[in-house]
């Protein structure tokens, strides 16, 4: 099998994927062209994931192209660090698209041209009425509306004032330019729907150039034709919008006929995906910024740990369909633990610590101790840990009344030290308020390894690090941003947030391996995945939890509808 059969068998089909294969093999279109269509209004989340892998990833099957288009047709909302932010997520999540870079803006002259084409036609025209009077004329769903005052202007008219709303001769709100459609339309979209409005803003790309900008329904069909667009794949809130991109596309003189193709948009448990709800998390302050670990977004993922393969596993179990449904964040979570179980590199990390002081371990003395790098891939090696008299472990992995069923350390109890020895527990210091302090121990130097000669056996294996050669860190754990499945879209966001979402600990300690992590997201053993954060610094480490072993949120929240 080529390679190109091979990825064909493996990608699950879907109507969309249909489509475009008939369209190619009867020739409707020679060469598959689709492109993914942001508003630089905020960052990507894994709602927009889900769609560039569809539209990058088809293009990338098909042997066609995927163009990158900025639909930057409102200048009060856009930024220059938008634009910036999405370019790299969508290369982060492995694509590309060449030389294919367009902005909606490059094309406003040509929009221009194409207003006044269709008011030479007597097909637009300028209108007079206030926003609030357009509402009243436009009627309502059961109820049609009525034509504006100023609809049969001449076109002489119609053209001189156009023009001079172009050169800024009015003020924001006094005119707009309409389509000459059908007040009467059922469908409310056709319903002389405005073409331009007058905004005195400044365009991050085009200045002051332009007083008045297009509306999005009216640059983004032209914008796909005049790319050569075959399949404009969008959700299906835009489905009642295909009739008027239709009606612009047959009343003007574009070069090519795009089709418009509709698909349900992600929803994820536990998070909001709209660029508008996550714009007031970060401006009300209840995350960090738009790449906050918590966040949906792309760049929030990256700084978490997600790997970009993971994102591309999930958009393809998700699938395209036309039915609206919710995907649990556990699957995402999944899709996380599948890449990394097999390629991230396993350390030692104790996170709560708690002392260990070995009795009959020679002071001054250390060692070094193979680990093993990744059992899942032997390529990745071994290294050395350095083992010596006083270690830490983790606090929970000792009690000192321990239940039936708790099987790690306690008094008078062996287990094994990861790699190491075995150890027995002989005493339990405790500090001046009756917490545990320290705990003294002994080892068996018989059992270099973990393995006694004798073949006796321990219940339980730890992990832990050195206190002479660990290294201090801060490490941060997240749950669910929101605690219900599904967050209510409300005014107060901050009312529905989890308030157990990130949780500090500020004195793990870590093996010395974990200084040089790098990128990489790493497998603390026994506890998850966790990667450096950005907010490392010369003084100190600081590490996301990505996710962790198990699904421990589904359990808590099980428990807890339980109790
Ligand atoms: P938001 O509602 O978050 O602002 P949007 O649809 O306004 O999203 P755009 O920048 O216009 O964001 O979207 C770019 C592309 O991503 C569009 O083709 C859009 O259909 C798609 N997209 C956005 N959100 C989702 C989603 N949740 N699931 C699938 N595709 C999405
Ligand atoms: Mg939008």
């Known amino acids: 099998m080529s390679e190109a059969e091979a990825t064909a068998a493996d990608t699950p089909s879907n109507f969309i994927r249909d489509i475009v294969k008939d369209d190619l093999a009867s020739g409707r279109v020679g060469s598959l062209i689709t492109r993914f269509p942001p508003e630089p209004n905020g960052y990507l989340h894994i709602g927009h994931a889900k769609s560039i892998c569809l539209n990058f990833g088809l293009a990338k099957e098909f042997g066609g192209r995927c163009h990158m288009r900025f639909d930057d047709t409102n200048p009060v909302k856009e930024e220059e660090e938008y634009i910036e932010a999405i370019k790299e997520d969508v290369r982060w999540l492995g694509f590309d698209w060449g030389e294919h870079l367009y902005f909606a803006s490059d094309y406003f002259e040509k929009l221009y041209e194409w207003a006044e084409h269709l008011i030479r036609e007597g097909k637009a025209y ?322 270099r390894g973990g393995n006694a000669p004798d073949g006796r056996k321990v219940k339980a294996t730890l992990h832990w690090v050195s206190a002479q050669h660990c290294v201090p860190a801060e490490v941060r754990l997240y749950d669910p941003l929101f605690t219900e499945t599904e967050p209510a879209i409300a005014d107060d966001l901050g009312q529905a947030l989890n308030p157990d979402s990130l949780v500090i600990l500020d004195n793990a300690k870590l093996e010395p391996a974990l200084a040089d992590a790098g990128d990489a997201t790493v497998q603390f053993e026994r506890q998850g995945y966790f990667r450096l954060d950005p907010d490392t610094g010369a003084q100190r480490l600081v590490f996301n939890r990505t996710v962790g072993l198990r699904d421990s949120w589904a359990k808590i929240q099980k428990q807890k509808q339980k109790s």
């Open 126 to 447: 300028v209108d007079d009425l206030s926003a609030e009077e357009m509402r009243e004329y436009r009627g309502t769903l059961t109820e049609p509306g009525k034509n504006s005052p100023h609809r049969d202007r001449s076109i002489d008219d119609n053209l001189d004032l156009f023009a001079r709303m172009r050169a800024g001769e009015f003020k924001e709100g006094q005119r707009v330019v309409r389509a000459k459609i059908d007040m009467a339309s059922g469908n409310i979209n056709l319903r002389d729907p405005v073409l331009y409005r007058i905004l005195h803003a400044t365009h991050p790309r085009t200045g002051d150039a332009w007083h008045i900008y297009p509306n999005y329904d009216f640059a983004h069909g032209q914008s796909d034709a005049i790319e050569g667009i075959t399949h404009s794949l969008c959700t299906l809130e835009f489905a009642d919008h295909r009739p008027l991109y239709d009606w612009f596309i047959e009343n003007l003189p574009v070069p090519a006929r795009p089709r418009q193709y509709e698909f349900s948009r992600l929803n994820l448990t536990h998070t909001l995906l709209s660029k508008r709800r996550l714009m007031q998390l970060v401006g009300e302050g209840h995350v960090t910024g738009w790449d906050d670990p918590r966040m949906p977004t792309i760049s929030g993922m990256r700084r978490r740990g997600y790997p970009p393969e993971a994102l591309r596993d999930f958009a393809a179990r998700v699938g395209i369909t036309k039915q609206d449904n919710v995907i649990e964040m556990a699957l995402l979570e999944y899709c996380v633990r599948e890449i990394l179980n097999k390629a991230a590199l396993r350390r030692m990390a104790v996170l709560k610590p708690l002392k260990v002081v070995i009795e009959n371990y020679p002071e001054g003395q250390s060692e070094e101790l193979d680990a093993i790098n990744n059992p899942e891939d032997e390529t990745a090696g071994k290294r050395k840990v350095p083992f010596s008299r006083e270690l830490y472990i983790e606090r929970d992995d000792f009690m000192e009344d321990p239940p039936k069923k708790f099987f790690r350390l306690a008094p008078g109890r062996e287990v094994r030290l990861r790699y190491a020895y075995f150890l027995t527990c002989n005493e339990v210091i405790k500090d001046a308020a009756g917490e545990v302090s320290e705990l003294r121990c002994s080892y068996d130097p018989q059992t």
